[in-house]
């Protein structure tokens, strides 16, 4: 390596950037990784909420097989889709929060490992919260839309 520097008058830690920078880098991506699925949950549990699609469509909205059959259904489904994930998303991003400040004072594989099995549980939750919106729309109304009796 000396060689090579003497040669081509290289300084190479130049090159390289400084650990703690690239490292706080590394830890701060981390941190955005694990509050970004909660930051977007409670955001589309709002957005289904408060700005549903007036009706049912391919482009915007909560899309269920029984909940496209009419509008009554879409709206049902757009109304309970935004309950539940912006329920789980608030719920979620107080939690992840509270996970974030444990961080200080970890070092970077353990807090890469808490974020990775928090992902996953986020995901868990994320398609728990998905199926149970469409059994939902199932159990209340049929294909058509019509109330089930």
Same mark, same amino acid.
């Given at each position: ?74 709206? +049902? ?6 309950? %539940?994930?912006?329920?789980?998303? &608030? =719920? /979620?991003? @107080? $939690?992840?929060? #509270? ?9 970077? +594989? ?6 990775? %099995?928090?992902?996953?549980?986020? &995901? =868990? /939750?994320? @398609? $728990?919260?998905? #199926? ?18």
């Amino acid at each position: 390596m000396d060689f090579i520097t003497k040669i081509f008058d290289l300084d190479l830690s130049a090159f390289v950037p400084e650990m703690p920078a690239f490292l706080g880098g590394i830890r701060a991506l981390l941190v955005i990784l694990l509050l970004l699925g909660p930051i977007l949950l409670a955001g589309f549990g709002a957005l289904y909420l408060f700005k549903p699609a007036p009706e049912a469509n391919y482009r915007y909205g909560f899309k269920t097989y029984y909940g496209m059959g009419s509008i009554e259904a879409w709206q +049902f489904s757009q109304r309970i889709a935004g309950m %539940i994930f912006g329920g789980l998303g &608030a =719920v /979620f991003l @107080l $939690a992840m929060t #509270i996970v974030a400040l444990t961080f200080i004072g970890k070092d970077l +594989f353990r807090i890469a490992g808490t974020v990775i %099995i928090c992902l996953l549980i986020q &995901a =868990v /939750f994320t @398609l $728990a919260a998905r #199926i149970t919106i469409a059994v939902l729309c199932r159990k209340y109304f049929d294909k058509d839309g019509n109330h089930r009796r």
